[in-house]
């Protein structure tokens, strides 16, 4: 299929296809006259993708992970899989952490407020 169609189908421009392309997640082939064609399953593919951005992986982190998916939602259990996601939760923590932080402090600018 060409690139815009893939577009049409996943719901995700051609510029970021051509993105996903340059980041190592994305392959295609081109025909004689330049265009690129994807493969049939690239549809499943950019899902996975998006899935995998929306959880907060790096592109860096998903091109890692892309020979752990299979089809439909999920990846393949293995040691590479897990270090990596393992790593992604890890951050999320941590972020969580400085969030609370940031709230525990703000939390003790507005009570100083309210009762002024």
Excluded: F
């Amino acid at each position: 299929m060409r690139i815009g169609e893939l577009s049409r189908r996943t719901g995700v421009s051609t510029r970021l296809l051509r993105y996903y392309e340059q980041q190592g997640l994305l392959s295609s082939e081109r025909d004689a006259n330049g265009y690129r064609r994807y493969h049939p399953d690239a549809g499943e593919r950019v899902t996975r993708i998006r899935e995998l951005l929306a959880g907060g992986l790096t592109t860096e982190a998903i091109r890692e992970l892309m020979p752990c998916t299979q089809g439909g939602p999920g990846l393949l259990a293995c040691d590479h899989s897990v270090g990596v996601l393992d790593e992604q939760l890890t951050r999320v923590d941590e972020q969580l952490a400085d969030l609370l932080r940031k709230k525990e402090a703000l939390l003790g600018v507005t009570s100083g407020l309210r009762t002024a």
